[in-house]
């Protein structure tokens, strides 16, 4: 039963592999091969030459050197004994040089084998595990972007990203008659009403944020920022993106002012809160496809680089903060990431 059991592993593992171990089992007897017949028929041979003298010529074997019996078996038996004994050395050693090529092939087959399965393994683990794990932040990356695309429940058509009046007010705003500016005619504009109108209106009833925002209005580059910030708002909100729903991670003052000194790259990367993977996704594909998207993006990122410098030379950590609260800020955060300006 074992003996078959071990058969039928042997054959599993040559299925495995392609190639036939050798069969390592020298229980059974080996036939006998050249050497050891020409020795046993020279021993035969010699019997038969002692019969033979002793019958044909028996005077000569009673003579007096071959008379005695020990004699006789000495001559009869010793050279067929010494021939049995190189038969038997000779045979000895025919079966450990079969053993050990046996044992030699048996060896190189185990190598080809342990060969072969370290290269199916390479093959099976190729390309590398970074090569995969790029593979797989690129499926994600897709699946998010697709995920993003048919699963944004937040986009409803009846939702504005600001009040209708708010936008109205924007629309509205002008300049005087004769052509003088509004700016001229208005005091400065505080930094409480700078950063509500940059919020804009919470709602159509907001009087003190509608106050803001016309006077925000009445500042030339104020007025800038705030067009440009509608601008993408609402091109945001046609993706399902408001920014009321976005939650980013704060950035100490101290931050913001190295971005309004100049700073960029991974020195300010925390201004880049947000972290709404869909809001990311939607919003890079949108940029890479739509070309007024873009335009309105990059035009709004450089309004804010320049008001925020303006904005930081007399601003509070605590007015910064809340600055960086405000939508209009939410949307640089969005934006800026997607735009790369803090890689």
């Known amino acids: 039963m074992t003996s078959d059991s071990t058969d039928r592993d042997k054959s599993a593992a040559a299925r495995q592999t392609g190639m036939a171990l050798p069969d390592l089992d020298s229980s059974a007897r080996a036939p006998l091969g050249l050497p050891e017949v020409v020795t046993l028929a020279l021993g035969a041979l010699w019997a038969l030459g002692v019969v033979a003298f002793y019958v044909l010529a028996p005077e000569a074997a009673m003579s007096t050197e071959w008379n005695a019996p020990l004699v006789r078996v000495l001559a009869v038996m010793m050279p067929v004994l010494m021939?049995?004994?190189?038969?038997?050395?000779?045979?000895?050693?025919?079966?450990?040089?079969?053993e050990t090529e046996r044992l030699h092939a048996a060896i190189s087959s185990l190598r080809h084998m342990y060969l072969a399965h370290s290269q199916a393994a390479a093959v099976v683990s190729e390309p590398s595990v970074t090569k995969k794990l790029e593979e797989i932040a690129e499926t994600a990356r897709k699946t998010e972007t697709v995920l993003a695309t048919f699963q944004t429940s937040r986009r409803s058509p009846e939702r504005l990203a600001i009040p209708s009046k708010a936008m109205e007010a924007v629309a509205d705003q002008g300049t005087l008659q004769l052509g003088t500016p509004a700016e001229e005619m208005s005091p400065p504009l505080s930094n409480e009403h700078f950063i509500r109108a940059l919020n804009f209106p919470e709602t159509s009833e907001d009087e003190e944020g509608f106050v803001?925002?016309?006077?925000?209005?009445?500042?030339?580059?104020?007025?800038?920022?705030?067009?440009?910030?509608?601008?993408?708002?609402?091109?945001?909100?046609q993706e399902g993106i408001y920014m009321d729903d976005l939650r980013p991670d704060r950035a100490r003052p101290?931050?913001?002012r190295q971005f309004a000194h100049g700073a960029r790259g991974r020195a300010v990367a925390a201004l880049g809160g947000i972290r709404d993977r869909s809001s990311l996704a939607l919003s890079s594909a949108r940029m890479r496809q739509d070309p007024i998207f873009r335009d309105s993006a990059h035009h709004f990122l450089r309004r804010f680089d320049q008001m925020f410098t303006r904005f930081e030379a007399d601003a509070s950590d605590a007015e910064i903060s809340a600055?960086?609260?405000?939508?209009?800020?939410?949307?640089?955060?969005?934006?800026g990431r997607v735009a790369g300006t803090f890689d």
């Not at 049995?84 to 025919?94: F, K, Q």
């Not at 600055?323 to 934006?335: C, I, K, N």
């Open 83 to 98: 021939l049995v004994v190189a038969a038997i050395a000779l045979r000895a050693s025919r079966v450990m040089r079969e």
């Open 212 to 237: 803001s925002l016309r006077l925000a209005l009445k500042d030339r580059h104020t007025a800038q920022v705030i067009r440009a910030a509608q601008d993408v708002l609402t091109l945001l909100s």
């Open 254 to 256: 101290d931050i913001w």
């Open 323 to 335: 600055l960086s609260d405000t939508r209009t800020a939410r949307a640089f955060m969005l934006l």
